[in-house]
């Protein structure tokens, strides 16, 4: 009787011992559950993300710690994100600029050498006592460089850096496009146009220079 009666308390003690177990374990899982829940429901509802064109003013850019979520907080963006497709813009004409610098630096050293040789075949030709025919001069060497001057050269460098920063402005205005926040996309045009309309007058600027002897 006594062994009936200690094998059915301690059959009740198990089943209570498993019961508060499942209790507990139920209740940090129920905690962590409607924690996240609700954590993961705070960050939707303050600005979720939507896959269509829309006109919203709340918006996470680029990196979770840019977050617009207010007027003040969005237009600030906006005026960033105008900027930084000026830059773009301006960028793309230094780039043309700095090209034209390049060619023009290395026109004039080919001129310098003509020159020198044209001077050179003049006092040649004087000592000889014959004359150069007309337009000798007009067409003038071609100064070859060697791979690793052409690498090494500083309008080389500063091109390959500008290019650089170009692609990064590409590529981060065109992740903000694909946030399909239309305010965000007229920033972008707007600062595209804005940036054009200041800087694009200098590669109308430039014109064709024929190889001429003056």
Known sequence: MEHHDHHH???????????????HGGHEGGGMDGGHGGHEGHGDASCPMIMTFHWRLCETILWESWKAIDESEFFGSMFGV?????????????REVLYMRASSAERDAAIRVAAKAAASNHNGLRSSGTHAANGQCCTPPRVERSVAR????????????????????????????????????VAVALGAAVGYFAFGWVKQKSIEVGDHCN
């Open 150 to 185: 052409r690498i090494l050269d500083k309008y080389h460098i500063i091109q390959t850096f500008l290019h650089f920063v170009q692609v990064i402005v590409s590529y981060l205005l065109m992740l903000i496009v694909m946030t399909f926040n239309g305010y965000l996309c």
């Open 82 to 94: 105008f900027m930084m497709a000026l830059a773009y813009e301006a960028i793309k004409v230094l």
């Open 9 to 23: 308390s301690g059959h009740d003690m198990i089943h209570d011992m498993h019961d508060m177990h499942d209790d």
